[in-house]
């Protein structure tokens, strides 16, 4: 079975209708030439961890929760940790940027990788961005598809 992968954010109703915008549809609408994705929004950190207990499938979701305190990958070595979480028979991966004010300790705690896209602070639109897009540059990695060229 296909693997499935949901990109989540915890984002504010007010922020809602400008998070990711154009760019975010973009690059989800690539993912999907690849790999079954989609995108879940939630209102608090409660809310997704909510949605993440109910949502296990046969087998738990693999939680990567986006911190900038958590692992820095090349993008080669990123498309290999998708690749192999994918050979390993991994249903469903959740990808989740955090709220306004950062994660909370048990959230980071239940989290199976803390994923940093540099030790920056970045606004969650752009770091929701960044992660669609680097997604998708991971998926044509793994298909040998010339949209990475190396650095
Ligand atoms: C505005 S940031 C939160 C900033 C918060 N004050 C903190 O220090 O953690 C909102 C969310 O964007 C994501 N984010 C921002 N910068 C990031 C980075 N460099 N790497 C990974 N995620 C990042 C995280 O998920 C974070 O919870």
Redesign the pocket.
Known sequence: MNMKTTLA??LSRRSLPEAGGRWFDDYLNRIVRYTPCDSQTFESEKALIGWLEQHQGRTRAYRI??????QEFSSEEFAGRIGRLRDEGTQRLVF????????SPEARQRADLL??????????Q???V??AEQVYRAFTILAGHPYHSGH
Do not use: F, K
């Not at 929760?65 to 958590?70: P, V």
């Not at 955090?98 to 994660?103: E, K, L, M, V």
């Not at 994923?115 to 969650?124: E, F, I, N």
């Open positions: 954010a915890v929760l986006l911190d900038s305190r958590g989740a940027i955090g709220p306004a004010d950062g994660w994923l940093s896209l540099g030790r920056m602070t970045l606004p969650h752009l770091a929701r960044v992660l």
